[in-house]
């Protein structure tokens, strides 16, 4: 056997790589490392999921996962997901959660960036991170999901882009959106409850 190499290919129209290795001794243990680099999103989800939602935009991933067994339930992980370069607004998590936000006409350009960080434990997913950021408004979130698609999120919005604030000035702003609003969504990814 020669030396490990780096798989890579080309998925939903970015670049895929990973590395990775099995220890078949005793229980079999696994360690995949992966990254993916701008993949189109409009193919992501409508290959994935059959979704023909209105989104366009480039999603990078990093994912580390480990475990031991043959089973889900041993498998452990952590990532990040970036999307950017994005027109998202058709999905229904966010119709709904918009619908709650909306203090006027429908914007056609709700969010054009997407920030999540997480850990997986077997078919848990623990979100530290859920952000959705447009022009118009920003909702910062956490939350919990599985591989059946059930969702328990929480999120507090912002009216307007903060990233150019100094950073006081930004704490203190989140510190005030978030005791005036917070919204909760339960239900599934198909059938979201805010």
Do not use: C
Not at 15 to 29: I, Y
Not at 70 to 84: F, I, K, Q, W, Y
């Amino acid at each position: 056997a020669g030396p490990p190499r780096r798989l890579t290919a080309e998925v939903f129209g970015g670049s895929f790589a990973a590395d990775g290795g099995v220890d078949f001794r005793e229980l079999p243990h696994y360690r995949i490392e992966a990254s993916v680099v701008d993949a189109d999103l409009v193919r992501m989800i409508t290959e994935r999921f059959g979704d023909e939602s209105e989104v366009t935009g480039k999603a990078d991933a990093n994912v580390v996962v480990e475990g031991k067994g043959r089973l889900v339930d041993g498998m452990v992980g952590t990532g990040n997901v970036h999307v950017h370069d994005a027109d998202i607004y058709e999905s229904p998590i966010l119709l709904r959660l918009l619908k709650t936000l909306r203090y006027g006409k429908r914007d056609a350009t709700a969010f054009t960036e997407v920030n999540a960080t997480f850990r997986m434990e077997g078919r848990h997913i623990y979100l530290s991170q859920l952000d959705f950021l447009g022009d118009v408004v920003n909702l910062y979130g956490e939350g919990y999901t599985n591989f059946d698609h059930d969702l328990k999120l929480r999120f507090h919005g912002q009216v307007g882009r903060n990233k150019y604030l100094l950073p006081v000035v930004k704490h203190v702003v989140g510190e005030v959106n978030r005791q005036i609003m917070e919204v909760y969504v339960d239900g599934t990814l198909s059938n979201p409850q805010v």
